[in-house]
C-alpha cells in the first residue's frame, strides 16, 4: 500500500490566525469558528507610522550596529513594515541626522552616519 500526501483546502483567520477545514464546502463561512469574528477574512489595518517614529528607529539601528548597513538590515532591526523606504523620508533625514548612503562597487546601498 502506497502513501501519498493529499493536500486540502481550507481557511485562515487574519485575527486569531486559526486554521479549519469547512464541514460544507459550498459558501464561505460568516465568522471564524473560534474568535467568532465576522472579519475573519479581513487583515487589520496598521497605524501609519509618522516620519519621526522612522528617523528615530533608523538612528537607533545605525548608532547600536555596525557602521555600514544595507536596508534590508536596518528594515529587519528595526522591525519596520516597509519594504523600500519612503525617499522624501531618506532625504529628509539625510539632512535631519546626517544620514549618508554609499553606493559599493557592486551596486549595493550602504547606510551610515555621519
Not at 502513501?3 to 483546502?9: A, G, K, N, S, Y
Not at 547600536?64 to 523606504?85: D, Q, V
Not at 532625504?91 to 562597487?105: Q, V, Y
Amino acid at each position: 500500500m502506497g502513501r501519498v500526501p493529499i493536500t486540502v483546502m481550507g481557511y485562515h483567520c487574519e485575527r486569531c490566525t486559526h486554521e479549519w477545514i469547512p464541514k460544507k464546502q459550498k459558501k464561505e463561512p460568516s465568522v471564524c469558528p473560534k474568535c467568532k469574528s465576522p472579519y475573519w477574512d479581513k487583515p487589520r489595518r496598521k497605524a501609519m507610522m509618522t516620519y519621526d517614529d522612522f528617523k528615530d528607529k533608523i538612528e537607533s539601528v545605525l548608532r547600536k550596529s555596525g557602521p555600514l548597513l544595507t536596508w534590508t538590515e536596518i528594515r529587519t532591526k528595526a522591525g519596520l513594515p516597509h519594504l523600500f523606504p519612503n525617499n522624501q523620508w531618506v532625504r529628509k533625514m539625510e539632512k535631519d541626522i546626517g544620514l549618508k548612503r554609499i553606493r559599493d562597487s557592486h551596486g549595493i546601498i550602504h547606510w551610515q552616519l555621519k
